[in-house]
């Protein structure tokens, strides 16, 4: 299996250029940037992995290159590379969403070590989301077992809809078994008379 495509961003060309070959003799994708500007167009030509940016680069800086790449590519996760006396930029880069740094000059197994962790984070990022995701299902999964009354389901599916869509009001809408229509079933935010009259034909459409 391929490993991960890196991105190795530095004003500092041997930086990039040792980087890049050590993190490609162990199998991984690079590229290299000598600065913001150039990382940010590289970022959309293709996606990257990890990103390892310099702190400090000409024009636009580590951080501020890494929050645009990530508008674009959310799943990347970055790692800064600092030099002495940046320890309070670079936890302030973390707290800005990087996620590791490393303290130039570094060996290569601090390098390596530091794209493996950046990428188990990444995994584990991923994996939050998709629990995240999976709450809702299990939410109406719990109200299909603990409700024996259609009203009371629909109320509860239609509260987890708007809490999982941030909305404050919307309908639910179900077949009505003696004219096929499509009735309003659950509500919150509609008046009520005019949800008692809402009535579409199947296959009609709902604006």
Known sequence: M???NVLVVDDQPNVVRVCRQLLESTGYHTEG?????????????????VILMDLLLPGM???????????????????????HGDEGSAVAALRAGLVDFL???????ELTNAVEGALQKACE?????RLSALIPIFDVSNAV????DLKSLLDLVL??????????RGSLMVV????????????????QEGASAARVKLGEGIS
């Open 2 to 4: 391929s490993k991960a």
């Open 125 to 129: 990022q991923r994996e939050a989301v």
């Open 61 to 83: 800086d580590g951080v501020e290159a890494f929050k645009s790449i990530r508008q674009f590519n959310p799943e990347a996760v970055g790692i800064i590379i600092t030099g």
């Open 145 to 148: 077992t603990a409700s024996q």
């Open 159 to 168: 509260q987890i809809a708007l809490r999982e869509s941030r909305a404050t």
């Open 33 to 49: 940037a000598a600065s913001g500007e150039e990382a940010l167009s590289l970022a959309k030509q293709a996606d990257f992995d």
């Open 103 to 109: 303290h130039k000059p570094f060996t290569f197994p």
């Open 176 to 191: 009505d078994d003696e004219s096929g229509d499509l009735v309003i079933g659950a509500s919150v935010g509609i008046p």
